[in-house]
């Protein structure tokens, strides 16, 4: 017992000595920091009543917590307070130069020096983390696992970074897995890890032609603009190509709108800018997409997001075709009206989108038109009442020059012969919608008036109703 006694005395005493002016050392090695004039006294201070010691009682992540060391916590802090205090006085000669050098040269510098070795420490260790990671992620990658091959998928999917190897495995199981939600995964974690290569824009445009999945078409849209970026022109312009394909095809309204969205991303240059125009400027696809989408989604929320990337990646595309391309281009005019814009609308543009309109009253579409144009549209409107036009044509122009309100007064004269065209008119409901239109002008001069009164004695009892209502209106 004795024996075991003298062992144990031994090993606390050793255990105790260890720790013992570890403070003062710790001063003297703190490089590019100054050796502080007494450190170890100073760190015993600061962290009263433990010390320096103070880590050692955390309970935390790195502590070994009180309860365990609570025995031998007052013989080393007994042990080491003078010990730390005979080391600094001895280190005296050493510490004293050391704070005057570090204060009279600039702390400042020597701050900057103590943070720009810890960042490059940092930076070392991020990169061997990566570069362990990256390997790791080969490996699962390769592994016949789709388990593991998810779960990497789903990591590159968020902290990827272009690298051609991992771009290559998982180019390879794109090609060959059929497991969907694996295919999810890949196709984001591709558009990271890629450069823009010819292999990965076809394999991605090969998948988007035969899958029908919605949500991988959409992300392979995303992927193909994101990599189309990369890309170098001629291999960006088949990406677009695809995409124009889906964007002309689909009858999805999100899909379309992912695909304008892309199309829209990938026109870095001036070839890729006029495909763009001239495929807006042939098909009504592109701005159908946007209408659906702005006017058509469930809830606020989804369509504000879908607003403020059409807003963020389209308008800016468009307005450069228009600016520098094709000033008269209506698949982008129209495209710019859905989303809230005013681009200048040109007369025969106004009056081709009323005549080839499919529906007997305006749409939402031909509205955001007329008003766009304003007090412009008046005439070029009036034009379209003409006989010789179709009768949904004319009953369209009637809708939208009462839309326009006041800004229709330049076509007075000619609203005031449409409507006193008595029998030759064989359209009823065209001469009504002529009739309010004066009532929305809001001009009541002698010409107004004389035209109300002979409408007042017309034959038919509800254009005698029109015009007394238009009379009351203007009367106010």
């Known amino acids: 017992m004795p024996r075991l006694q003298r062992i144990t005395g031994f090993s606390l005493l050793a255990f105790s000595l260890s720790f013992s002016g570890c403070a003062s050392v710790d001063t003297l090695s703190n490089y590019p920091q100054s050796p502080q004039i007494f450190g170890g006294l100073r760190g015993h201070v600061e962290g009263f009543p433990y010390g320096h010691l103070a880590p050692l009682t955390s309970g935390g992540h790195g502590g070994m ?74 490996a699962a990658l390769d592994s016949s696992n789709e388990k593991d091959q998810l779960s990497v998928t789903r990591s590159l999917k968020r902290h990827g970074v272009p690298h051609q190897e991992l771009a290559n495995k998982l180019l390879r199981i794109l090609r060959r897995s059929k497991n969907s939600n694996l295919l999810m995964e890949t196709v984001p974690a591709l558009e990271k890890t890629g ?3 010819v292999e990965e824009i076809q394999a991605l445009t090969s998948t988007l032609k035969s899958t029908k999945s919605i949500y991988l078409q959409r992300r392979i849209l995303r992927a193909l603009a994101g990599l189309g970026k990369r890309a170098q022109d001629s291999i960006a312009l088949t990406a677009q190509e695809e995409i124009l394909q889906l964007l002309k095809k689909s009858k999805e309204p999100m899909v379309a709108h992912a695909a304008l969205l892309a199309a829209c991303q990938l026109t870095q240059t001036t070839p890729l800018k006029k495909k763009l125009a001239n495929f807006l400027d042939k098909t009504s696809n592109a701005r159908n997409s946007v209408q659906a989408v702005l006017f058509k989604e469930k809830t606020r929320q989804r369509r504000m997001e879908a607003d403020a990337k059409l807003k963020t990646d389209v308008i800016p595309t468009l307005k450069t075709i228009l ?6 281009n209506e698949g982008a005019i129209l495209t710019l009206l859905v989303l809230g814009e005013k681009p200048s609308i040109p007369s025969t543009l106004l009056q081709k989108v009323i005549r080839e309109e499919t529906s007997p009253n305006p749409s939402r579409e031909l509205y955001l038109v007329v008003k766009s144009t304003g007090q412009s549209a008046a005439l070029p409107l009036a034009e379209l009442l003409d006989a010789k036009e179709e009768p949904g044509t004319r009953r369209r122009a009637a809708f939208a020059i009462r839309h326009l309100g006041r800004d229709a007064q330049p076509a007075l004269p000619q609203i005031l012969t449409q409507a006193l065209r008595g029998d030759k008119e064989k359209d009823l409901y065209l001469r009504t919608i002529i009739i309010s239109c004066l009532e929305t002008i809001g001009i ?22 029109q015009a007394v209502t238009a009379r009351k209106a203007l009367e106010r």
Not at 87 to 106: H, K, M, R
Not at 114 to 126: C, D, G, P, V, Y
């Open 323 to 328: 600016n520098v391309i094709d000033p008269n």
């Open 195 to 197: 450069s823009g290569r």
């Open 65 to 138: 917590g009180v309860g365990i060391l609570a025995p031998f916590l007052i013989p080393l802090i007994v042990i080491d307070l003078p010990l730390s205090l005979s080391i600094d006085a001895v280190a005296l000669p050493v510490t004293i130069p050391g704070e005057i050098y570090w204060w009279s040269s600039g702390k400042e510098a020597h701050e900057q020096a103590l943070k720009e070795a810890s960042n490059q420490r940092t930076k070392q260790r991020a990169t061997e983390r990566s570069n362990l990671t990256i390997q790791r992620a080969i």
């Open 444 to 465: 009541y001069n002698e010409q107004v008036r004389s035209a109300l009164d002979t409408l007042e004695k017309d034959s038919n009892p509800r254009v005698k109703q």
